[in-house]
């Protein structure tokens, strides 16, 4: 009995009702358009399989060998046959039809933006342009983690992968989609109301695959023209002398080789572009220009938002969310604060002091040997405390 208590407990701790990956939550059309269909199906199943134990039940009791005469057979009792022949063909009938249905509606590609979807390991990289739900983006926006859309609005997304396959998922909006190398798959993501949807990569990947998690990050029409005016907001460098233009000349030397900030000019007045095709395996590595706005990093798998913010934000009402979301790690610092309130350091902190300790990758000598000298994933630039405190000011005008 106690076994059999602690396996339900288990089997039910994925239906609570705050789990984010829930499929049985639905957050959008298309997520209910499968919802529709899974949970009728998963019901009939329920019951065709109390039903199949039950019988077998049943017969185990009422049959069990106790030197009794043979039963008697069933065999050549054609009215039996024809009878569990028809009765699972009608129920697959019955899956079939409003499955392959589904199937058609869900590939409906009508959309009122496009969004490029890349996947590498271990993180998701997104590409903007053109129109988004009436939002005119003049220039590509570039970032990762944090695909961002505007809420009631078909978006379709095109999903592809620079290195082995991956599989993209945030249950909350749509199912599944493949994200293979050398091939362009379609998804369409559409939320009913501003909010954050998680998901994760579903397909083994390598080393950090459970760490390669995405969200899907709904706002309000204005709410998403004040992103996309954020995102293309001209570079600003840091006022000369602050530990923050120190640290700029530091992401120079030490970062801009893999990682872009958009704007960023060198000492002699040239822009500084990123070459991580010439270090990393899949050839890109997430663009940072704006870091401070997305509230994680590392293909989503750590916060840049302290606990309680991250409470607040996920709590917050539709109405309120896009104004706390678009404060990024300055949320409840105040107009005046000269720090942010809710940015959790010490995570970043542990991130630039050694990566490869927080999210394993191939990034040792001998395995950066065995691809001609390119690493998967960040590898450990043994920076120095003065270094990432450099960084970390620079970074925070990345805003």
């Known amino acids: 009995m106690a076994v059999a208590a602690f396996a ?124 988004c739900g009436g939002v005119e983006i003049t220039q590509p926006i570039v970032t990762s983690g944090e695909l961002v859309i505007p809420a009631d609005t078909p978006v379709l997304l095109r999903i592809t992968s620079r290195d082995v396959i991956h599989s993209y998922w945030i249950p909350a909006l749509n199912g599944k989609r493949d994200a293979v190398p050398g091939r362009l798959q379609t998804l369409r993501m559409e939320a009913d109301e501003p909010g954050i949807y998680t998901g994760q990569c579903t397909e083994f990947c390598g080393l950090s695959h459970a760490r390669m998690r995405q969200a899907a990050v709904a706002l309000s029409t204005a709410d998403f023209q004040t992103w996309v005016t954020n995102q293309l907001a001209a570079y600003v460098a840091p006022e000369a002398g602050t530990l923050a233009a120190t640290g700029e000349g530091t992401f120079v030397n030490q970062c801009s080789r893999c990682h872009q900030v958009n704007g960023l000019v060198a000492a002699d007045g040239t822009p500084v572009l990123a070459e991580p095709d010439l270090y990393v395996v899949a050839g890109a590595a997430p663009n940072l220009t704006n870091l401070m706005t997305r509230t994680a990093i590392a293909g989503w798998t750590f916060d840049l938002l302290t606990d309680a913010c991250r409470e607040q934000l996920w709590n917050a009402s539709p109405e309120e969310f896009g104004s706390l979301y678009l404060q990024g790690v300055w949320m409840n610092s105040g107009p005046d604060a000269t720090k942010p309130v809710c940015f959790a350091e010490a995570t970043l902190r542990d991130w630039l002091r050694d990566p490869a300790a927080m999210k394993p990758n191939y990034a040792s000598p001998d395995q950066v040997a065995s691809t001609g000298g390119l690493t998967r994933g960040m590898p450990n630039l043994n920076l120095t405390e003065d270094q990432i405190d450099q960084l970390i000011a620079f970074l925070l005008e990345r805003k």
């Open 8 to 131: 339900a407990a288990v089997l039910f701790a994925g239906c609570a009702q705050d789990a984010p990956q829930d499929t049985f939550q639905p957050k959008g059309p298309n997520a209910r358009t499968i919802d529709d269909v899974q949970r009728p199906l998963f019901y009939v199943a329920g019951i065709v399989g109390l039903i199949v134990f039950a019988v077998i039940g049943y017969s185990i009791i009422r049959f069990k060998d106790r030197g009794q005469d043979m039963p008697e057979q069933t065999h050549g009792k054609t009215w039996l046959e024809v009878t569990l022949t028809v009765i699972p063909a009608v129920i697959l009938a019955g899956v079939a039809i409003p499955t392959v249905a589904a199937v058609f509606d869900l590939d409906d590609k009508s959309n009122e933006c496009v969004i490029n979807v890349t996947g590498q390991q271990w993180w998701w990289e997104y590409d903007y342009s053109g129109t």
